[in-house]
């Protein structure tokens, strides 16, 4: 076994608060053991680069404490703190050209690495573990997604910071909202899943939160659903409301709509009219009703990483390198249960990539999940698939009633 190794560290897809702070423990732990760390530049490309002589190994190599600052911040370690990636990042898709390709193998090796550590989410994945194959790359995986899903990680770096902006943004809103009366509806990331819409919505006081795995689509019954939901919090004296929508959630026509808030907005002051004027007494407290869209996007995707994603990274970080220490590659670094653990890709990935192929999430949120039965316990309004005010009485909480401390 080489004791001394070398390392070839990349990030890939969209970026997220905690991918430095993944890239300064690697840096420094690796020094610690005595081994070489490389940073490719901009994913993959950074290796064709290479390849093409653009990048010279001397640019490439890291150092710790390398990111010089004036006077007496000289040696601060400010890596952990930024969000973005120093490296840079790409999400381009799949390289398909055989071109392509090639280089990027070809980079692998003139660097002459020992193993090589992706930090990327569910698409990086799936790219980045086929040139492994190709290139026979040792490979090592971080999970890292402000949209929690990649499959077979409870957490994946970036998603508890991108939680609090957004949790910050509904307490923000709260109080517009309340001085004019109105109806906040916000659009929350999260391509094909609602972890951040259902857990910043809960922590952030929302009253309705729409997210794909139980409101796929807008209906009509979702439409007067929320009327009837708002018209009942307006008669119990809160005359504003919060509304969180995942951008995954698609319009009544069954399509993706990058302003699904705004389209929202737009129906439920149409129909909360419509039904005020026409749908009797009930909905009288609907008068007037005004509504307004907030789209946060990559704001979400910003910010000085919490401290849980700085602990996450680092951890990840010394994972990784303790596996590719004993040589156990190929393995998504994964956390489970509180701790930190890993899993072969070769067990995992075909069935990342028949969801992939399929359009489907990996790691939907799970309608059973404790996380919908605390929003329900709430009185949260999920969608007519969980609130039925047509059939049931309002707080909803049969569901309430089956959580126990077991
Ligand atoms: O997957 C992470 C994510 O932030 C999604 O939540 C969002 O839909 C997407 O990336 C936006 O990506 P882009 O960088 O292409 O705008």
Redesign the pocket.
């Known amino acids: 076994m080489k004791t001394k190794k070398r390392i070839g560290i990349l990030t890939s ?4 608060p905690g991918l430095n702070a993944i890239i300064r423990a690697v840096v420094k732990y690796a020094t610690l053991r005595g081994w070489e760390v490389y940073g490719i530049p901009r994913g993959t490309d950074g290796f064709i680069d290479f390849v093409h002589g653009k990048l010279n190994i001397e640019e490439l190599k890291l150092h710790p404490h390398g990111y010089d600052l004036p006077g007496v911040l000289q040696g601060l370690d400010v890596l952990q703190f930024m969000s973005g990636s120093v490296l840079g990042s790409l ?1 381009r898709g799949n390289p398909q050209e055989d071109q392509v390709t090639q280089d990027i193998i070809k980079g692998y090796e003139a660097l002459e690495l020992d193993a090589l550590i992706a930090i990327g ?1 569910d ?1 990086s994945l799936d790219i980045i573990y086929d040139l492994a194959k190709k290139g026979n790359w040792n490979l090592v995986v971080i999970p890292k ?3 929690n ?1 990649v499959a077979f990680t409870e957490r994946s770096v970036g998603f508890d910071t991108a939680r609090n902006t957004v949790t910050q943004a509904l307490y923000d809103l709260t109080f517009t909202a309340a001085s004019h009366e109105r109806i906040m509806v916000v659009q929350v ?3 094909d899943a609602g972890h ?1 819409s259902l857990h910043a919505g809960i922590a952030g006081g929302a009253d309705c939160i729409l997210i794909p795995e139980l409101t796929p689509q807008l209906t009509e019954d979702t439409l007067v659903g929320m009327c009837e939901y708002i018209a009942q919090l307006r008669k119990d004296r809160r005359k504003f409301a919060l509304i969180v929508i995942a ?1 995954g959630v698609k319009g009544l026509n069954a399509e993706k709509d990058p302003y699904i808030a705004e389209t929202l907005a737009d129906l439920l002051k149409e129909k909360s009219h419509q039904l005020c004027s026409t749908g009797g007494d009930r909905y009288c407290g609907l008068n007037q009703i005004d509504t307004r869209a907030t789209v946060l996007g ?1 704001l ?2 910003c910010g000085v990483p919490s401290s849980f994603d700085r602990i996450l990274a680092t951890v990840f970080a010394i994972k990784a390198l303790d596996l590719i220490g004993e040589e156990c590659y190929n393995r998504l670094v994964i956390w489970q249960n509180g701790s930190v653990e890993s899993k072969s890709l070769e067990q995992i990935m075909p069935m990342i990539k028949w969801c992939h192929q399929e359009k489907t999430c990996p790691a939907p949120v799970d309608p059973e999940d404790f996380m919908v039965r605390t929003a329900l316990s709430l009185g949260i309004y999920l969608g007519e698939s969980h609130y039925h005010p047509h059939t049931s009485n309002y707080p909803y909480t049969p569901l309430a009633s089956t959580i126990t401390n077991e």
């Open positions: 897809g969209g970026d997220c999400s989410g698409g997604t402000i949209d899903d990331m999260g391509r951040l951008e990559h979400q995707r």
